[in-house]
């Protein structure tokens, strides 16, 4: 092999590794994450893999947030209307949980399993 | 073969393999612009893609809350306010786009005689809805109330952008129909920047832009209106509006009755035929305030007119039972049970 043809393969292997990172190879496959947001910003990320028990506070108020297997729901909102604690568990890509005199928002995205874009309510 | 060769090959294919798992799997999908905003008494979820993504989100959330400030019937500032308050007694002079809204609601409620009415006010404030001090009122209450309901009492002046209601105590609720009207907005600001892509859902009413981001069709969950999970999807190519009115949003439950938001103008009283019916239209106005005068009808009237007024309908009536549309059973999934 040339010194010439050498550098072209070693560039292509060098070149070929930048695009696998770009392109998310290596990245752990996420299942599904719930994002936690308080006054339109996020606050929280967790994996709803993971069970957990957790307050989220905003300006209005605040309430608790239960994950247990791959479900999510709020439990103890300060909220007058409780809504958000009637809406039970949500599990699906998608999916989320408002509370809005609180001005919280939980949702599940992720890549593995059905995904929904939005949902209309 | 020299073994240098070999090793040659095998980093030649090592190569090959590379590229062609990066070419079939396609570009990364790029970070939209993207915004979580409280307003018009809901929540909007904004993701919007594109080279303009951020100028666009900008000129949406302005759009956004321009609109909620005139429609905003708390704010003492507000077009809507002011028409109400002064109902009865004199004109009042208001935005452009207050009087393009009113049209369009006063349009709709002709088309749909009256199932639709922008002048529900006086009728959800005596159930409380205004207030969130819920109640069943008396039959007096209703009766009184209903006389005060008629979208022919809105009298709008296009010389002088004055807005007029005839008799006191009238008043206008825009919530059947802002939200919708707020999404055609932002699509037509959209098509003024280089935007490729974008998702907004304003509590509930949603506005698909163009293509999704990674693939060619939309997939919007259908909200189980009983309990939690959804019942069903909605897929959707390119530009589209979706809007849904239920019993599940706002309602109270009294002595096992339930008693939900959406008031029928002609009775005074909380629809009752149907759970939840959605409506998928090329306008937004069209398919916010469709939503509500279908669900105020029923499903025969839902499922007879949707052709009528070009949109698509699928929704479940009393007992839960899907109704879809011909003109978008193609498009519709349903589930049997929640997911």
Not at chain 1, 29 to 36: E, F
Not at chain 2, 13 to 41: C, D, H, Q, R, W
Request: hydrophobic fraction near 40%.
């Amino acid at each position: 092999m040339k010194q010439g043809d050498k550098f072209v393969l070693y560039g292509l292997i060098v070149l070929a590794f930048i695009l696998l990172i770009e392109y998310g190879f290596f990245q752990r496959r996420s299942d599904k994450v719930v994002v936690i947001r308080s006054d339109g910003k996020i606050v929280k990320e967790l994996p709803i893999s993971k069970d957990t028990l957790f307050e989220v506070k905003s300006k209005e108020g605040h309430l608790s947030v239960e994950i247990k297997n791959g479900k999510v729901r709020v439990i103890n909102s300060t909220c007058k209307d409780k809504f958000c604690e009637k809406e039970g568990w949500i599990s699906n890509i998608g999916e989320s949980i408002i509370c809005l005199p609180n001005r919280i928002s939980i949702s599940i995205i992720g890549k593995n399993g059905e995904k929904i874009d939005t949902i209309t309510y | 073969m020299s073994s240098k060769k070999i090793v040659n090959i095998i980093a030649y294919i090592f190569v090959a393999v590379i590229l062609i798992f990066v070419f079939t799997k396609g570009k990364p999908v790029e970070k939209p612009a993207s915004s979580e905003i409280y307003s018009m008494n809901t929540i909007c979820d904004l993701e919007i893609y594109g080279k303009d993504k951020e100028a666009a989100l900008q000129k949406s959330v302005s759009i956004i809350n321009t609109i909620n400030s005139i429609v905003d019937d708390f704010s003492p500032q507000s077009d809507v306010y002011k028409i109400n308050e002064n109902a009865g007694i004199r004109p009042v002079k208001v935005s452009k786009t207050t009087i393009d809204i009113l049209e369009k609601a006063i349009q709709i409620a002709k088309q749909t005689n009256g199932a639709f009415d922008p002048t529900i006010r006086p009728l959800l404030v005596i159930w409380g809805f205004k207030n969130k001090n819920y109640r069943v009122p008396t039959e007096e209450k209703i009766k009184a109330a209903l006389k005060l309901i008629s979208y022919q009492d809105i009298v709008i002046n296009k010389e002088d952008n004055t807005v007029f209601l005839k008799h006191k105590g009238e008043g206008i609720d825009l919530g059947g129909i802002a939200k919708g009207y707020t999404l055609d907005k932002i699509k037509e600001a959209l098509d003024n920047f280089n935007i490729k892509s974008a998702l907004i859902n304003m509590g509930g009413n949603v506005l698909t832009y163009k293509n999704p981001p990674n693939g060619s069709v939309w997939r919007i969950g259908i909200k189980n209106p009983r309990g939690s999970g959804i019942r069903g999807i909605i897929t959707v190519k390119g530009t589209k509006f979706i809007s849904t009115s239920g019993d599940y949003e706002r309602y109270f439950i009294k002595n096992g009755v339930r008693y939900c938001h959406i008031i029928n103008p002609k009775t005074g009283k909380p629809a009752r035929k149907i759970i939840s019916i959605t409506v998928v239209s090329d306008k937004g106005y069209l398919g916010d305030a469709l939503s509500t005068a279908f669900f105020v009808k029923g499903k025969e009237f839902a499922l007879q007119n949707a052709t009528r007024f070009n949109v698509g309908v699928v929704g479940f009536d009393d007992k839960m039972t899907p109704f879809i549309s011909n003109n978008i059973k193609e498009l519709i999934t349903i589930y049997n049970e929640a997911r």
